[in-house]
């Protein structure tokens, strides 16, 4: 019988109570990460959150949700939603994937899944149910997995053609052909490349950035009419995420991120490239500090 969430194993996320994932959430919230900025990087922070959890002797699971866009290659269906900074050139936020730690919480006689999303959910753990529904997305599927699944690698066309020695590739995950003909698979781990490299603390340093780009060059100037252009600009660098990972990560150009624009405003580009790298390096040493901490038993 084909398992419903095939990289979940059985009793291995804690159960706790109530109380517990309430102060589990409360100190997450005291610990820096920027929730933000929304543009990306929500795998980062999850993985994250699991480190954390695991220094304290707790074992989370992983919500991720998928759009129609990344499973059928006959849908452009994101999950999509305003932006209430009003950061995004386009005024929205959009996702094909979204991810967030999930809880087993016992309350009365039952065990909850609850999910941790201070992003959507500021104030508590909530139900996954819950969860699902603020995506407000038709047709979203998910799955709850182990949280030592860090990412996934997805194919950008249709099953039928991928060539026959991809398809002797067993994929750890495989939606029903019927249902997706684009597969979600290789779900990988937080080892080998994107451990050496800090894929993580380059996310959360990109989004840490982002957020303090927005709340002094940006969030004063939303409603300027002298500086509209400016705005615009700001907006299209910051609020969008792969422009800022070009320009402040990758140091680096593309055709929006170009020449002219990064000399007009090479100052302040500048000046967040500095801020970037002493964030990069705060978060480096975080996650050094998470992994020492991380005990070999967990609480139950």
């Given at each position: 019988m084909k398992r419903k969430h095939p990289l979940l194993t059985a009793r291995k996320a804690s159960v706790i109570d109530l109380d517990t994932a309430n102060a589990l959430f409360a100190a997450i919230l005291k610990s820096d990460i920027p929730?933000?900025?929304?543009?990306?990087?929500?795998?980062?922070?999850?993985?994250?959150?699991?480190?954390?959890?695991?220094?304290?002797?707790?074992?989370?699971?992983?919500?991720?949700?998928?759009?129609?866009?990344?499973?059928?290659?006959s849908s452009s269906k994101l999950i999509s939603f305003a932006d209430k900074k009003n950061i995004s050139?386009?005024?929205?936020?959009?996702?094909?994937?979204?991810?967030?730690?999930?809880?087993?919480?016992?309350?009365?006689?039952?065990?909850?899944?609850?999910?941790?999303?201070?992003?959507?959910?500021?104030?508590?753990?909530?139900r996954y149910r819950t969860w699902l529904a603020?995506?407000?997305?038709?047709?979203?599927?998910y799955l709850i997995m182990d949280s030592e699944w860090y990412l996934f690698n997805s194919s950008m066309i249709p099953n039928s053609q991928l060539s026959p020695d991809y398809n002797e590739i067993q994929p750890n995950v495989k939606l029903p052909d019927w249902f997706a003909d684009k597969l979600i698979t290789d779900f990988f781990k937080y080892e080998d490349d994107c451990l050496e490299q800090h894929w993580i603390e380059k996310g959360l340093a990109i989004n840490e950035t982002a957020l303090a780009f927005y709340e002094s060059e940006v969030k004063h100037l939303l409603h300027s009419k002298v500086n509209h252009e400016l705005v615009e600009d700001y907006k299209m660098l910051?609020?969008?995420?792969?422009?800022?990972?070009?320009?402040?990560?990758?140091?680096?150009?593309?055709?929006?991120?170009?020449e002219d624009f990064q000399f007009r405003h090479q100052a302040i580009i500048a000046k967040y490239r500095?801020?970037?790298?002493?964030?990069?390096?705060?978060?480096?040493?975080?996650?050094?500090?998470?992994?020492?901490?991380?005990?070999?038993?967990r609480k139950k």
């Open positions: 929730f933000g900025y929304q543009q990306a990087n929500c795998h980062n922070i999850t993985h994250y959150i699991s480190l954390l959890l695991a220094s304290k002797g707790y074992q989370c699971a992983k919500i991720w949700a998928f759009a129609p866009v990344v499973y059928s290659s050139p386009g005024g929205r936020i959009d996702w094909g994937f979204h991810v967030a730690p999930i809880l087993q919480v016992r309350i009365g006689t039952k065990v909850r899944k609850m999910v941790i999303d201070p992003g959507l959910f500021p104030k508590s753990p909530v603020k995506l407000k997305t038709r047709k979203l599927i910051s609020g969008n995420v792969f422009n800022f990972e070009t320009v402040f990560r990758d140091q680096n150009w593309n055709y929006e991120m170009n500095e801020i970037y790298e002493a964030t990069l390096k705060k978060w480096q040493a975080s996650v050094a500090a998470l992994l020492i901490a991380a005990p070999k038993k």
